[in-house]
């Protein structure tokens, strides 16, 4: 997710802030932080800051390198370099790069990764158990489409490998 302007005032919004306020507020603090920006200062935020890294001109000059057409020495005349400057944020110690930990499966997903595992033999990874939902939903866009699925084709007595569960899925029992 993208956190943008629309974002910080939904959030606000969800505060019991109105929407022309929660947008007051945004736009409040954005233009302070970039006048600050813009006057070269440095923005704390929690977890880093903002700054604004400037560049050294370069002096024009020349440069020795060997050509590679005549194998002799040569000069080349090097340009001066504009100065620029370009905004990154510097994190600190306290910023946690981790990735959150995925959320533990419902009841009715283990139930349905059992019943897939029974139909094949072996344990399904995320990518077959993906496959399999999207052709459920394709089927019958409904909650617990695959298990409902699985249901009906474990009652049929059908095992194999996962091209004919999708297929099964797909074609015969569900149409």
């Known amino acids: 997710m993208t956190l943008n302007r629309a974002a910080l005032v939904s959030t606000l919004q969800e505060k ?26 440095t923005v704390q935020l929690p977890g880093g800051c903002i700054k604004v890294l400037k560049r050294k001109e370069r002096k024009a000059g020349f440069r020795r ?48 990764r059992r019943l897939v595992q029974e139909y094949l033999g072996y344990p399904p990874d995320e990518a077959t158990m993906a496959r399999l939902e999207q052709a459920a939903q394709r089927l019958r866009p409904r909650p617990n489409a695959l298990l409902r699925c699985m249901k009906v084709i474990r009652s049929k007595g059908f095992t194999g490998s996962e091209p004919y569960l999708i297929s099964d899925i797909d074609q015969h029992y569900f149409t």
């Open 65 to 112: 390198y060997k050509d590679p057409n005549t194998g002799k020495a040569a000069l080349a005349l090097l340009r001066s370099r504009r100065p620029g400057s370009r905004v990154k944020f510097i994190p600190d110690g306290t910023l946690d790069f981790t990735t959150p930990p995925t959320p533990p499966l419902t009841r009715d997903e283990l139930d349905c």
């Open 16 to 41: 019991r802030i109105t929407n022309r306020e929660a947008k007051k507020i945004v736009n409040t603090i954005i233009e302070s932080m970039t006048d600050a920006l813009c006057r070269g200062e």
